[in-house]
């Protein structure tokens, strides 16, 4: 069982930034895909960023690449999330996952635990 807890959300003019955290509990974080999706009001949940156990891959949907990045400490079990030139459009809660697969997967279906969510409040 491995239980994640978000925090770094909060309310940031748009052009500026934030960085979101996830910590995990469990022996066997290092070996999780460690995800990050958004969900804005009225809409499905996202993806957003991803990050293989070893660090070595990554990937982005197309409207934050360039602008987040996603990173990992294993010895601290946390993955990040930096948040760089923030628009409204980013606006929504932010949550992590794992996937004791370790396979590397863009949509929600195959994670096994999430977080409760930081909300990211961007204003124009």
């Known amino acids: 069982q491995v239980q994640l807890v978000e925090s770094g959300g909060g309310l940031v003019q748009a052009g500026g930034s934030l960085r979101l955290s996830c910590a995990a509990s469990?022996?066997?974080?290092?070996?999780?895909?460690l995800g990050w999706f958004r969900q804005a009001p009225g809409k499905e949940r996202e993806f957003v960023a991803v990050?293989?156990?070893?660090?070595?891959?990554?990937y982005y949907a197309d409207s934050v690449k360039g602008r987040f990045t996603i990173s990992r400490d294993n010895a601290k079990n946390t993955v990040y999330l930096q948040m760089n030139s923030l628009k409204p459009e980013d606006t929504a809660v932010y949550y992590c996952?794992?996937?004791?697969?370790?396979?590397?997967?863009?949509?929600?279906?195959?994670?096994?635990?999430w977080g409760q969510g930081t909300q990211v409040t961007v204003s124009s």
């Open positions: 990050i293989s156990w070893s660090g070595g891959v990554t």
């Open positions: 469990g022996r066997t974080f290092g070996a999780y895909t």
């Open positions: 996952a794992a996937d004791r697969s370790g396979v590397v997967h863009t949509t929600t279906t195959p994670y096994d635990y």
